[in-house]
């Protein structure tokens, strides 16, 4: 099957600091990544879309000035949170799917935030 | 996005069949139901999917009912790897459609 790396899989910041995510693909290339995020005991939370060579799309209630994406290559999103508090510690997971007829995604195998 | 409803949570014994069931009865005649799973602390994983006819796969089976407003997972041996959340999901047909995620069936594999 595809595979889609995170890195960090933990990490930990100071509050008021920037954290910055990364998203891949190994082995395919994925011009749509989506990003998620879970608190504990909850489900996961679609946060946006990211769109390789143009502006994300961010869902309803969600800061694009406080999370942003970057997807510069086909292989590649970044998620950077900026100016992090503790309300932002949670579990961070992204998603893409093999371009073509595969209909399944694959994800990431999370990044565990915790801001101190 | 059409709403899916899963019971919170079900046990069942290891080495027996498991049969998570699913209601979507507003499902649209371009949905897919997809089926995904996640550990604890890890990334959700793709179990299955599929539009009208049954599917089975080295995981899992996937019975829908005729009128698609409802469709089952079936694991035919649990084990205890196969503790998990449980997620269905209805997945628009285009390309690059975003997967919504309900609450889920955690489901109990216990000895």
């Known amino acids: 099957g595809a595979v889609v790396s995170q890195h960090p899989s933990r990490v930990i910041c100071k509050s008021g600091t920037s954290v910055k995510i990364e998203c891949r693909s190994l082995d395919f290339q994925a011009t749509t990544m989506f990003w998620y995020r879970q608190f504990p005991k909850q489900s996961l939370m679609l946060m946006a879309t990211s769109n390789e060579g143009s502006k994300a799309t961010y869902e309803q209630g969600v800061e694009k000035d406080k999370f942003l994406i970057n997807h510069a290559s086909l292989t590649l999103s970044t998620l950077t949170v900026t100016s992090a508090h503790p309300e932002d510690s949670s579990f961070y997971i992204c998603?893409?799917?093999?371009?073509?007829?595969?209909?399944?995604?694959?994800f990431g195998q999370g990044t565990r935030l915790t801001v101190v | 996005d059409a709403k899916t409803t899963q019971p919170n949570s079900m046990e069942s014994n290891e080495e027996e069949p498991v049969h998570l069931p699913c209601n979507h009865s507003?499902?649209?005649?371009?949905?897919?139901i997809h089926w995904y799973r996640q550990l604890p602390s890890q990334g959700p994983e793709y179990v299955i999917h599929g539009l009208t006819s049954n599917v089975n796969n080295r995981m899992a089976s996937l019975a829908i009912a005729e009128d698609r407003k409802s469709s089952t997972l079936i694991l035919h041996r649990a084990t205890l790897r196969d503790a998990a959340v449980y997620y269905c999901i209805l997945r628009p047909g285009g390309t690059a459609s975003k997967l919504t995620f309900g609450t889920g069936t955690r489901l109990q594999v216990t000895l």
């Open positions: 998603s893409a799917r093999v371009p073509g007829k595969r209909r399944e995604a694959f």
């Open positions: 507003t499902i649209s005649g371009t949905d897919y």
